[in-house]
């Protein structure tokens, strides 16, 4: 399959491309054409802030560099991760009123439904557009993040009802943190689902972009994800030094009945020592070159006194890169190529997790996914339909497939 997609993009694209690999799954590159970039960001549903800064500006150079260059973006299923990238990305070019705005426009082209995107994922966009179009620096204050607070105690087991929560920190790719029971300590706390409350102390020292997991511990059996969420600590407000979230907000819960309706999850900080000196640094560099990339794609006056300004240019050259945007999906049959032109310059195109030998994608209108690679498998799945998780020690990162749950569904 690798072959045939290199095949592809050789007849419709061309040999100078790029292609981010946001997967977090390795392959041999040397049959694709251009080079092969890992991004990895694991246990995060989107790009950490920094990088997708670093990203637009990297694949900006990239696209200027020769008159058909072309850049691929693949993850390894659903799309969310490409399509929450392609929305920064083509926003920051000065294509599209909002990062979120494009988005929609992106997820209609790849045939996502405007619900598949997660809360995190809206979150991370918006912080973009502060810091790109507001001019907004993340607060460089480190934090520790000393406890959770659920207001409104889910429901996972039979009665009598209890909520035995493990939270999960991860930074940097890396679990950092986490209360689950370790020999020798205590067990567990358990809260009634009847409780108004529930508290976690935490006491995890964090900075930049965190991704907070709570599982539930049944008594017996395996643990399940109650939800997920992922923020930057610069955005806290440092006056109150709580991040509130509602159920809508929280990855994997804002759908599941086992979380009340109402719920308020509130992540409580501490100061963790002085701010940095200010330096220049990716935030401002990202949004300098923005102002001029936005400034570049604005309106302009046609030629002559009191000709009329064309206030549309800006979404047509968002729908013209979309037009261009194909998505490769490559079918278990020899491929027959379908008929179309040779990508414009700077052209973006999405393949669909071809590059993990999957097979043919299926779909419910929600998002699409592929069936994991032979052996050894993606970290399971945490849905919001709660399949079970093994416990290991440590856990395995929350891949994209994971973090993206419900969103997908997996082909028989």
Not at 22 to 29: C, L
Not at 114 to 133: K, M
Not at 194 to 217: K, M, N, Q, W, Y
């Amino acid at each position: 399959k690798l072959n045939m997609v290199a095949q592809m993009l050789r007849k419709h694209v061309g040999h100078h491309v790029m292609v981010l690999n946001m997967s977090e799954r390795s392959y041999n590159s040397d049959a694709l054409p251009g080079t092969v970039m890992d991004v990895s960001f694991r246990g995060l549903p989107s790009p950490p802030l920094d990088l997708l800064c670093e990203l637009c500006i990297t694949v900006s150079s990239f696209l200027a560099s020769a008159e058909n260059a072309a850049v691929v973006v693949h993850c390894y299923q659903g799309f969310t991760r490409t399509a929450c990238f392609l929305a920064a990305f083509l926003w920051w070019r000065g294509r599209g009123e909002s990062p979120e705005a494009v988005l929609g426009k992106v997820c209609k082209k790849l045939g996502l439904s405007p619900e598949a995107p997660l809360p995190s994922q809206l979150r991370g966009l918006t912080w973009f557009q502060r810091v790109i179009g507001d001019g907004e620096q993340p607060r460089p204050v480190p934090l520790v993040l000393s406890q959770v607070m659920i207001n409104g105690v889910p429901q996972f087991d039979e009665d009598p009802g209890a909520f035995r929560p493990v939270v999960e920190v991860w930074q940097g790719g890396a679990i950092i943190f986490t209360t689950a029971p370790q020999e020798g300590h205590q067990p567990v706390a358990s809260f009634s689902s009847t409780s108004e409350c529930a508290f976690i102390p935490v006491g995890a020292a964090v900075a930049g972009d965190v991704l907070v997991r709570v599982r539930h511990l049944p008594v017996t059996g395996e643990p399940v994800s109650a939800f997920r969420v992922a923020l930057h600590t610069g955005f806290v407000d440092l006056d109150l030094l709580c991040f509130h979230l509602g159920k809508k907000d929280l990855d994997g819960g804002s759908r599941d009945k086992r979380i009340k309706e109402g719920t308020r999850v509130n992540l409580i900080f501490e100061a963790n020592g002085e701010a940095p000196d200010a330096a220049e640094d990716i935030f401002s560099r990202a949004a300098a070159e923005g102002r001029r990339q936005r400034a570049a794609a604005q309106p302009t006056p046609a030629a002559g006194p009191g000709a009329p300004v064309d206030e549309d240019i800006a979404e047509r050259e968002l729908a013209a890169m979309l037009g261009g945007l194909d998505v490769l999906d490559v079918p278990p049959a020899p491929l027959t190529p379908p008929a179309a032109a040779a990508a414009e310059p700077g052209v973006i195109v999405e393949v669909d997790g071809v590059m993990e030998e999957t097979a043919e994608t299926a779909s419910d209108g929600n998002g699409r996914a592929a069936p994991p690679p032979p052996p050894p498998p993606p970290p399971p799945a945490d849905s919001d339909s709660q399949r079970a998780e093994t416990v290991a020690a440590p856990p395995p990162p929350p891949a994209e497939d994971e973090l993206e749950g419900a969103e997908t569904v997996a082909a028989p």
